[in-house]
């Protein structure tokens, strides 16, 4: 059997007294969709935190590609290929959609000490971004300050910025955040066509959602895994149903 | 937005007679123009006073690149233009009058100070970057004020303008000014391939969001420091225009409140924008020129008029006329 991509093994992180992440342990395969749910508070965004180089564990390791990264730094992971996007829109605001994008591809091409060309004529820069516009359906807005995006366009903007990286993991922490119904079932179609070609770590609030688009499925409470596995098995979990499906199922039904 | 990036850039033509790019282009040929106007009236202190002008739009020029593209607010751009300034005097002093040594001196020296303070400065951010800017800058001060050699706290004179072998004559007051002209269009020419490069673009996306520019894989700080080194360079350069346009060097031209007018004269003129500092410095110091003709309280009026600009123009001078501020 291979290596799994991400191997995370008692990863943990205190906040003062609260605990964030707790022995965290989590393998995930390429080319796999791994969703992390949980209930608010459970630790969703401190482990992208912890995966992306943002926040550095107290204890705990991060495999990656059969490297340890533990401690690697936020940058050094990126050109590794790990990419991520943002819960709260991150992005250069006062930049175009493709200067966004062409930014990305030129983080990934070699250093950026280069001070006499005009980059935003380097073919070799715009072409890629172009395509990963296109790629999520924004290469229409191309031109367009991202601060005249509406935030659907934004947050497909987050994933053009991480695709165009070009990653082997993509950290996805709620993509759908904000979106009305009509985008966020954009966005679950695109990721279905990014599924398989890009592994992902998906963070996600909305079950239909996650049992749509996760191959597997890992439950954080508290910053505990309660659960991991196939969402069918997840579903049937009785310490899931308790602590977070449950809950659901009582507000929906 | 794309017209002003062509504004300095190649596709110059393109845009040419956008209303934003008309008024740079009246500046420049108003200040192309004033030796004509000197020569025709006799009266020597317009160069005297547009060539002071171009030399601290040239400074102005330097800052805006880390202040306006970068973000990083230095509280002590000035120290540049005395270290540039000191390089040339006390070389002369010691008896090196060639500006081929003078002049690249003061750029090194500067470039080096711009090293170390920036190596020190730039991981801290906010208050802390302009307190450690502006220390250093007062450090530099006290230093030149207390070299009694070259003129201690009263400063020096300096005997002769730097000689370039006869290839242009300083003394002459129409050559020296248009040095100081070429020298100012070279800077702007500069600042705008740089910040359009992938260079300048990775130093504005810091400033726009530095934790989104980390997650793409960049680490800032390498690009933050050269951009702050250049920076200090041709503000260095300016320094050395400086004494060789004035004849004297003193402390004074690196206090802390020389620093804070070449911000002024960048927020006045449009943060971030290429011309921005250029219209800002001719503004600034021509204000100051007609009210102190005037009143003998020339800040008086200038304070409220700043603060009339900080509060309802954003994009400063350039702002108003259809720019936007950091392009």
């Known amino acids: 059997m291979t290596e799994p991509l991400l191997q995370v093994a008692g990863l943990t992180k205190r906040f003062g007294g609260v605990v964030a992440a707790d022995a965290i342990a989590l393998d995930i395969a390429a080319g796999e969709c791994h969703a992390v749910i949980g209930p608010n508070g459970a630790g ?6 912890l995966l992306a180089g943002e926040i550095a564990p107290q204890r705990g390791s991060i495999r990656f590609d059969g490297r340890d990264v533990t401690a690697l730094a936020v940058h050094n992971r990126s050109q ?3 990419a991520r996007s943002f819960q709260i829109t991150s992005l250069f605001a006062e930049f175009t959609a493709l200067d966004n994008v062409a930014l990305a591809v030129q983080a990934h091409a070699g250093h950026s000490f280069r001070f006499w060309t005009s980059a935003r004529a380097e073919a070799a820069l715009r072409e890629p971004a172009l395509q990963a516009l296109e790629t999520v359906g924004l290469a229409a807005r191309a031109d367009a300050r991202v601060d005249k995006l509406s935030h659907g366009e934004q947050r497909q903007l987050e994933i053009a910025v991480a695709l165009a990286t070009k990653p082997r993991l993509v950290l996805l922490d709620e993509p759908m955040a904000g979106l009305g119904a009509d985008e966020s079932a954009r966005m679950v179609a695109l990721l279905r066509r990014l599924k398989g070609a890009i592994t992902m770590l998906l963070i996600e609030h909305d079950m239909a959602t996650v049992f749509a688009l996760a191959d597997r499925i890992t439950v954080l409470v508290y910053g505990r895994v309660i659960a991991s596995g ?3 098995a997840v579903r049937a979990d009785a310490a899931v149903r308790e602590a977070y499906l449950g809950e659901q199922d009582a507000r929906h039904g | 937005m794309k017209a002003a990036r062509k504004v300095f850039g190649v596709p110059l033509p393109a845009c040419w007679l956008a209303p934003r790019t008309a008024l740079p282009a009246a500046v420049l040929v108003v200040l192309g123009l004033v030796p004509v106007y000197a020569a025709a009236t006799g009266d020597p202190f317009a160069l005297t006073l547009f060539g002071r002008i171009e030399i601290l739009a040239m400074a102005a020029v330097s800052l805006n690149l880390i202040m306006g593209y970068g973000g990083m607010a230095s509280f002590g751009h000035a120290v540049y233009l005395g270290i540039g300034g000191y390089a ?7 008896g090196v009058a060639s500006g081929f040594v003078q002049w690249p001196v003061a750029v090194a020296v500067s470039a ?4 170390v303070v920036g190596a020190l400065s730039l991981r801290t951010r906010g208050v802390y970057f302009i307190m450690i800017t502006l220390a250093f800058a007062q450090m530099v001060y006290y230093v030149a004020q207390g070299l009694d050699r070259y003129g201690g706290d009263d400063g020096m004179t300096i005997g002769s303008r730097s000689s370039f072998a006869g290839l242009i004559d300083l003394n002459n007051a129409t050559q020296l000014y248009y040095l100081c002209f070429a020298l100012l269009l070279a800077s702007l020419f500069l600042v705008s391939r740089l910040v359009n490069s992938r260079f300048g673009l990775v130093i504005q996306g810091t400033r ?3 934790r989104r520019m980390r997650a793409i894989g960049v680490s800032p700080f390498r690009y933050k420091l ?4 250049i920076a200090g360079a041709l503000c260095g350069l300016a320094g050395a225009l400086l004494a060789d346009h004035t004849n004297f060097i003193s402390p004074a031209m690196m206090y802390w409140t020389r620093s804070g007018d070449l911000m002024v004269m960048v927020i006045l003129g449009g943060l971030g924008s ?3 500092p250029v219209l800002g410095t001719v503004t600034y110091l021509l204000l100051e020129e007609a009210l102190s003709r005037v009143t003998e309280y020339p800040g008086l009026f200038i304070g409220p008029a700043l603060l009339l600009v900080a509060i309802f123009m954003h994009g400063g001078i350039e702002g108003l006329f259809g720019g936007r501020r950091r392009d």
């Open chain 1, 44 to 49: 969703k965004t401190t482990l992208v935190g």
């Open chain 1, 80 to 82: 590794l290929g790990v």
């Open chain 1, 230 to 232: 196939n969402p069918t």
């Open chain 2, 88 to 94: 040339v005097g006390i070389l002369w002093k010691e």
């Open chain 2, 112 to 115: 080096l100070f711009a090293l």
């Open chain 2, 208 to 210: 726009s969001n530095e």
């Open chain 2, 226 to 229: 050269v951009c702050f080194v």
């Open chain 2, 274 to 276: 290429l011309f921005g």
